[in-house]
């Protein structure tokens, strides 16, 4: 009985069979813990860095590239290790990050000079508020020279390894959760399963607003939640109490897409989790794998373009925010209550659209018109940014940006994975998700770097030449889904 009404509870939000139930609820659930976890912490990590001065926020991108360099071939090597289980590999890597948080909660207390101590009670000193120079830059409100080695090192390190955590958290789950769904259940389900995500940001942004003020304590929760994301993981798997039939199909393809060469398909999610798609490659070097499928497929190279172009968008962005928020907010307090603020605002419209639009509009639309939606809009907001350069515009194209990307294109550009083969759902898509991304945010950094430096802090000149990158978004995102669609047509002919 209480099956059948957790069942009819779904149903009510999305369209499930009896047998997806659980696998959808413990995928749900993951993401919501790793969500709340990143936004419970996020504001505290990017004060830390706008006290070490806005002018080092890039090269903190491009550090944060050389760490991912090293992380990303480390996660695809867990997967592949052969007395490791997917699910249990995805359990190990919660875990460790949820350990590395509380290592940092004893950096940050023990790197907290007399003046920047965090406390329960007070905020940072008038000494350490920014100031707004004659030109309306943004002075930091201390700089680079003002703190010890230390300080500055724990600040960097939690800097980079909430941005790692970030991305290889979400990318090792998603690649479970595709690995036990297809085209067609993941056009039914991904809306549901991020919904659980945004869910979790609107919970972390929430509780770092009511709790900004406990500083680095934030860390100790976010792992609590971390604990709770990998004890739910366990359950995204395929496990039933019907009748293997009844189990939803995953299928898989032979990497080579553009040679035509022969592609296979497993009947049900329940392959043994060692069980891969081989290609004829060196296995020396296990660690390099997910490059090499990425470099031995074109569809593949065109995902990653995607992507890439899809993390210089939105880091550029996400410099924006920031320099206005360092502009306009001098307390230390009030940047991780702003931060907190925005980031619950906007998980608001995004749930609300997760639960009642995502579903519907990749049944109806398809996956090509989902993932030209936010290069779309992209466009749409830098011409908007160029024309009114000020606060309001920036925080309504945000808004607008975010909904866009996880209501309808992020879940459709986890539809390009589901008609690839396993191996390359474990080792190419965490390479993508993870080392991708970090190229497209370094390339970002430089590119807003010299930009703002060569146009003297002009936001509207700079948003103009971000254009000519989206409309090469635009042109990849139309491409990959008219693809996506022929493979998924293959798959089920191959299938039937």
């Known amino acids: 009985m209480g099956r059948s009404r957790l069942d009819a509870l779904v149903s009510v939000f999305v ?166 769904m297809d085209s067609e259940s993941g056009s039914r389900l991904f809306g549901f399963v991020g919904a659980g995500a945004t869910l979790g940001q609107l919970f972390g942004s929430l509780f770092a607003t009511g709790m900004a003020f406990v500083g680095p304590f934030l860390l100790l929760f976010a792992a609590l939640l971390l604990e709770f994301a990998a004890r739910t993981s366990r359950g995204i798997n395929c496990n039933s109490s019907n009748a293997e039939e009844e189990l939803t199909p995953m299928r898989e393809s032979d990497s080579n897409h553009e040679n035509g060469a022969d592609e296979k398909s497993e009947h049900t999610v329940r392959a043994s989790p060692k069980s891969s798609t081989s290609l004829s490659r060196l296995q020396i070097w296990p660690i390099f794998d997910g490059l090499w499928l990425i470099l031995s497929s074109t569809y593949l190279l065109h995902v990653s373009l995607f992507i890439w172009l899809s993390a210089v968008i939105s880091s550029f962005f996400y410099f924006q925010k920031v320099s206005v928020i360092a502009t306009t907010v001098t307390s230390s307090l009030g940047r991780r209550k702003m931060f907190a603020e ?62 866009v990307t996880y209501v309808v294109t992020r879940p459709g550009r986890e539809l390009l994975f589901t008609v690839v083969s396993q191996d390359e759902k474990y080792k190419a898509k965490i390479c993508i998700d993870v080392l991708v991304q970090r190229l497209g945010d370094a390339a970002a950094a430089g590119m807003y770097k010299i930009l703002f430096g060569t146009l003297k802090g002009k936001p509207s000149t700079v948003s103009l030449y971000a254009l000519p990158v989206c409309m090469l978004w635009i042109i990849t995102a139309f491409y990959l889904g008219r693809r996506q669609v022929e493979l998924s047509k293959h798959h089920q002919i191959a299938s039937s």
Not at 33 to 61: C, K, Q
Not at 98 to 113: C, K, Q
Not at 371 to 395: E, M, R
């Open 15 to 180: 369209t499930v069979h009896p047998h997806e139930t659980s696998a959808l609820l413990h995928s749900f659930f993951c993401f919501f813990f790793i969500l709340s976890a990143y936004f419970v912490v996020l504001p505290l990590r990017d004060e830390g860095a706008i006290s070490l001065g806005l002018s080092n926020l890039p090269g903190l991108f491009v550090g944060s590239l050389v760490l991912t360099l090293i992380a990303a071939p480390v996660s695809s090597l867990i997967f592949s290790l052969p007395n490791l289980s997917k699910n249990k590999a995805l359990v190990s890597i919660h875990r460790f990050f949820s350990i590395s948080l509380i290592v940092f909660f004893f950096l940050w207390r023990s790197s907290s000079t007399s003046k920047l101590i965090e406390s329960t009670t007070s905020t940072y000193s008038s000494e350490q508020d920014g100031k707004i120079g004659d030109q309306g830059s943004p002075t930091p409100p201390l700089g680079w020279d003002s703190h010890g080695w230390f300080y500055i090192s724990v600040r960097i390190g939690l800097f980079l390894w909430v941005a790692l955590l970030n991305l290889i958290t979400i990318s090792s789950t998603w690649a479970r959760v595709i690995d036990v």
């Open 342 to 403: 925005i980031n619950s605002f906007i998980a608001t419209f995004i749930l609300v659209g997760q639960l009642s639009m995502t579903g519907r509009i990749l049944t109806v639309a398809g996956v090509t018109i989902a993932i030209c939606s936010a290069p779309f809009i992209g466009l749409l907001n830098l011409v908007a940014l160029a024309v009114w350069p000020d606060w309001l515009v920036v925080a309504t194209c945000e808004t607008l940006r975010k909904v």
